[in-house]
């Protein structure tokens, strides 16, 4: 399974962006598809989780009521909407997924995408 970040960017604090994970290869195999995020000297941490098949989402605290975790079946794409950032949603977000649950921690993930970088300007 291949995972392919994009969307990051520069944004203002109170602005949104989407970012979107393809899968290719052996998608059928991956149960859940999440991002986590990583801010310099900080370890990774969860943000948002789907099912392969676009049921169960799952936040985090820190994200909930601001973003918006969903999977177009057609294109293979989970993408993650973000609304409201703030200054401490500034980090390299990640695309992952794991073969036998919703992703939520990172020593189960399976696969990994390359990082994508999100700063929020305050």
């Known amino acids: 399974v291949q995972l392919q970040a994009s969307g990051g960017g520069l944004v203002q604090a109170g602005g949104s962006l989407r970012l979107s994970c393809a899968a290719s290869g052996r998608t059928f195999t991956m149960y859940g598809v999440g991002w986590f995020r990583q801010a310099p000297g900080k370890e990774r941490e969860f943000v948002a989780a789907i099912r392969w098949n676009g049921g169960s989402p799952s936040y985090a605290n820190s994200v909930k009521g601001r973003f918006t975790i969903s999977r177009d079946s057609a294109k293979n794409v989970v993408s993650l909407q973000m609304n409201s950032l703030k200054p401490e949603d500034t980090a390299v977000y990640y695309c992952?997924?794991?073969?036998?649950?919703?992703?939520?921690?990172?020593?189960?993930?399976?696969?990994w995408g390359q990082g994508t970088q999100v700063t929020v300007s305050s």
């Open positions: 992952a997924a794991d073969r036998s649950r919703l992703p939520g921690t990172t020593t189960t993930i399976d696969y």
